[in-house]
Structures are given as C-alpha cells and as structure tokens.
C-alpha cells in the first residue's frame, strides 16, 4: 500500500526558512518522480518542485527556483523540500506526490497524494 507522509508545514515570519519532509513508503520512492505542489483556496493545485531519484534530476517552478530546494533520502525513502527566504506569496497546502510517467508540473499526472501541510508565512 502506497502512503506519502508529510510533515514539517507551520508558521514563519517572511524571510524565514522551513523544511518539509515526504516519507513515501510501499516501495515508489527509487521508482517514481516525487513532486511538491501547493494549493490556496479557490485556486488550482501549483506545482513547487519535482525529484527523480534515479537521476537525481531536480525540477523547479520559476517563482521558487533559487529560494527551494528539493532533495531526496534513499536510505529513508524521504523527499524533502527546502524552503529560505519564504514570502507571503509562498502560504499555502504544501502537498506531496508520486509520478510514474507524465510531465512534472501538471497535477492530474501524478498517481498518489499526502493530505497536505500547512505553512503560514506572516508579514
């Protein structure tokens, strides 16, 4: 059984850093790409970033590309998404996801989702 796990959302003044962590476990993690995306009410799920262990291949959206970082843990089948000089913009569900094939940025081509984590980043 497939389950991804996040865990590391909470409340951050602008210009703060938080790190979130991804444990997928039922054997994806070497297998699929892993994404983070995020989501605010009345708006579509946004892709934040995307790791593809085999290759150790990284994928950023243009609005966080050099303030995340996404990496990846084999030995605790961990994905984690880095994240300094947090804005006000950046307040969202963070959310974490498996791919097996498809395009990294578009949502609907990712096979299992964690229930989310919020991170706040007050002004």
């Known amino acids: 059984q497939v389950q991804l796990a996040e865990s590391g959302g909470g409340l951050v003044q602008a210009g703060g850093s938080l790190r979130l962590s991804c444990a997928a476990s039922g054997g994806i993690f070497r297998r699929y790409k892993m994404g983070w995306f995020r989501q605010v009410p009345g708006k579509e799920r946004e892709f934040v970033a995307a790791f593809r262990q085999i290759s150790s291949s990284t994928y950023y959206a243009d609005s966080v590309k050099g303030r995340f970082t996404i990496s990846g843990d084999n030995a605790r089948n961990t994905v984690y998404l880095q994240m300094n000089s947090l804005k006000t913009d950046d307040t969202a569900v963070y959310y974490c996801?498996?791919?097996?094939?498809?395009?990294?940025?578009?949502?609907?081509?990712?096979?299992?989702w964690g229930q989310g984590t919020q991170v706040t980043v007050s002004s």
């Open positions: 996801a498996a791919q097996s094939q498809g395009p990294v940025e578009s949502a609907r081509h990712y096979d299992y």
